[in-house]
């Protein structure tokens, strides 16, 4: 099961057209978006560039390969360390692990580091359910938890907010001076804010990067340093992890440091990298290994590859529908064309949408860090959406009859020459009506021509 | 069709073009979008030898001009400042242009064929590859993300004071002539084959 997100979700082309009224503010979202593309593409001008994503490619691939041999390794490896390892079916297993070691310790304030995957199995609802106070520390997850929002985007979850909008909400939260909209006034304030958080804290959660099966060790990504005060101030440390996020081994994981940190945000690697093997003296460290679909998708050759994600929001930046939908236009936890591969295998029928939010330009491809062939499995999914009669409605009457017009030339002569005709008599106006999807947000109808193609060369040879 | 999921209907329409293509030793396609359909898409679709052919023979018009025509320039004259767009399936499917993502700069047949003209200024885009938002049936499924990914595609033309949009795919071009007519753009739109027939006319 998936968290709902942004409440009840109206598809991806109602949620894209809501977003795009205010045009100036889309606007603003697409630059935020392409500079975050633009800094990848100088952060990834490496020689090696290329190798690296094969290499990293093969590994993930590798990795899917002996998975089952991967993780057992791995709950040995950690169980010698001193970690506890905890296996979790579902969101609801891994949610319910979580609650049993907060309250085997009396823990009510936890403080949490970002994951998706915590995110993906509402663990935060689920906890807060129950009377423990969760704090969001990445600051802008801090952001969206304070707005009562899901994360927009896996890697900045707050980029969807203007800095006199976060001023207004750290006033209204954390009492700064209205209308401060320094960055630096606000980052500091939320520096006070999040220490009191992370040093009164029962438990640190995080999630992990990479875990290793050579190691036992699990390793966390930040540029703020947060997971890093979680983990090790407080007495217990829980890392909740997609079983997909392992490798074999240590030396797999400098290629994959590489790949996310320049894919994500250009950085050679991220300012905070931590590779954690056992806990401290007198502390406890668990790690919660979840399914929840993983091994479904394992099986599914077709659909297998999307395992490979490392979650470094490319895909998102680059994609020219992502930057001018919004993350919520979605409604799925992972946004962007990852997410929209992602999410039917959760549930093809709610989101039968967003394998169609996507022109298929290939950016998305070609600048995975893991070369995901995402277009091959939107194509793939839109497929399966019209085999299981859950396509967008309007295409399961136009395209087979289309089909029909196409399948013989004599029809599709036919057809241009009614086409023709029709444009002639019925008023334009009529034909660019309210109804007329190509024309309403803003295009002309195009005149059909005179003659085809056909017509013409047939003409200008002088025979049939 | 195919692109939309509608695999079945998307067969007939396929069996009838195949059983057409089958006694050409080339066929030329104006469209980079069409002509990866057939090579990339067609023959594991079919799964027929007429297929196959059909896939091996197939060419977009630059890359035809270029290759088995071994003509990677023609003379001609074109005295305008042109923005060039080539479609994403011809950018990214076919690899017939430089791809920023790939750190590779705007090249291709088309690129050649356009800067070998007298009198052509091949202007610079600030995102000389993005999507221009047509997208098959994305352009009515997303009909308001489709026409904003056009506008701003358009004004990408327009800062850089061009006076012509060519492109190597017609579908590209109806999207974009129809977005910059209901916006009043004074651009012309064309196709690479109706500008290479003027410039060397």
Redesign the interface.
């Known amino acids: 099961m998936s968290a709902p997100v942004g409440g009840a979700h109206r598809g991806?082309?109602k949620s894209?057209?809501g977003f795009?009224v205010d045009?100036e503010r889309?606007a603003w979202h697409?630059r935020s978006l392409?500079f975050m593309r633009q800094k990848r593409?100088r952060g990834?001008?490496i020689a090696e560039?290329?190798s690296l994503r094969l290499a990293g490619s093969a590994l993930k691939a590798h990795a899917m390969s002996r998975l089952a041999d991967l993780l057992e390794e791995f709950e040995r490896r950690a169980t010698a360390n001193g970690v506890v390892v905890h296996w979790a079916r579902d969101a609801a297993e891994h949610n319910a692990i979580v609650l049993g070691i907060l309250h085997a310790d009396g823990v009510t304030r936890v403080s949490k580091s970002k994951s998706m995957l915590t995110e993906e199995c509402g663990l935060n609802p689920f906890l807060e359910a129950r009377g423990i106070e969760v704090v969001d520390t990445d600051l802008g997850e801090r952001i969206v938890q304070l707005a009562k929002e899901p994360p927009s985007h896996i890697v900045i979850p707050a980029i969807h907010w203007k800095r006199e909008e976060i001023g207004a909400l750290f006033h209204r939260t954390m009492g700064t001076p209205a209308g401060e909209t320094s960055p630096d006034a606000l980052a500091a304030a939320a520096r006070v804010h999040l220490r009191d958080a992370l040093l009164n804290a029962g438990a640190g959660i995080t999630g992990a990067n990479v875990i290793v099966a050579e190691t036992g060790g699990v390793v966390v990504c930040t540029n703020e340093g947060n997971a890093d005060l979680g983990m090790h101030s407080a007495p217990i440390h829980i890392a909740c992890v997609g079983i997909e996020k392992i490798v074999a081994t240590r030396d797999d994981v400098g290629v994959l440091l590489r790949l996310l940190a320049r894919s994500g945000t250009g950085q050679p690697v991220t300012a905070y990298t931590t590779h954690v093997t056992s806990p401290r003296p007198d502390a406890a460290m668990h790690v919660v290994l979840v399914d929840n679909g993983r091994t479904r998708r394992l099986a599914d050759e077709a659909m297998r590859a999307a395992l490979h994600c490392i979650r470094c929001g490319a895909c998102l930046n680059?994609c020219?529908?992502y930057r001018?939908?919004g993350g919520y236009s979605y409604g799925h936890v992972i946004q962007g064309p990852i997410g929209a591969i992602l999410a039917p295998a959760v549930d093809l029928d709610a989101h039968r949408e967003l394998?169609?939010?996507?022109?298929?330009?290939?950016?998305c491809?070609?600048?995975c860090p893991v070369r995901i062939d995402i277009p091959a499995q939107l194509?793939a999914?839109?497929?399966?959406?019209?085999a299981a009669g859950a396509?967008?409605s309007?295409?399961?009457t136009i395209?087979?009859f289309?089909?029909?017009v196409?399948?013989?030339?004599s029809r599709f002569e036919r057809a241009a020459r009614w086409a023709r005709r029709v444009q002639k008599v019925i008023p334009s106006s009529w034909l660019s009506g309210r109804w007329n999807?190509?024309?309403?947000?803003?295009?002309?109808?195009?005149v059909i021509a005179d003659e085809t193609f056909r017509e013409w060369a047939q003409r200008e040879e002088g025979r049939p | 069709m195919f692109n939309a999921g509608v695999v079945t209907a998307a067969r007939a329409a396929a069996d009838n073009w195949v059983r057409a293509s089958a006694p050409f030793d080339a066929i030329v396609m104006p469209s980079g979008s069409c002509t990866h359909y057939v090579r990339h898409h067609l023959p594991r679709f079919l799964g027929s030898d007429v297929a196959a052919h059909a896939a091996k023979v197939t060419f977009e018009l630059c890359e035809f001009i270029a290759g088995p025509l071994g003509q990677p320039t023609l003379a001609g004259r074109f005295p305008h400042r042109v923005a060039m767009h080539l479609g994403c399936h011809a950018q990214r499917g076919l690899r017939l242009g430089g791809s920023s993502e790939l750190h590779q700069t705007v090249s291709g047949p088309m690129h050649t064929l356009l800067t070998a003209l007298d009198g052509l200024t091949l202007v610079p885009l600030d995102r000389p590859d993005e999507c221009c938002g047509f997208g098959g049936s994305f352009a009515v499924g997303e009909a308001d993300v489709s026409v904003v990914m056009g506008r701003d595609k358009l004004a990408d033309v327009a800062a850089h004071d061009a006076g012509v949009l060519v492109s190597s795919d017609p579908s590209c071009l109806l999207h974009l002539e129809a977005v910059a007519a209901h916006h009043g753009h004074a651009l012309r739109t064309m196709h690479v084959a109706e500008l290479l027939e003027e410039a060397t006319r």
């Open positions: 991806h082309a894209a057209a795009l045009a889309a697409d392409w593409d990834t001008a560039w290329e680059t020219p529908v001018r939908s394998p169609f939010a996507s022109t298929l330009c290939g950016s491809a070609d600048v194509l999914w839109r497929a399966r959406s019209a396509l967008p309007g295409y399961s395209f087979p289309l089909g029909w196409l399948s013989r030339l999807p190509w024309t309403r947000p803003g295009r002309t109808l195009p």
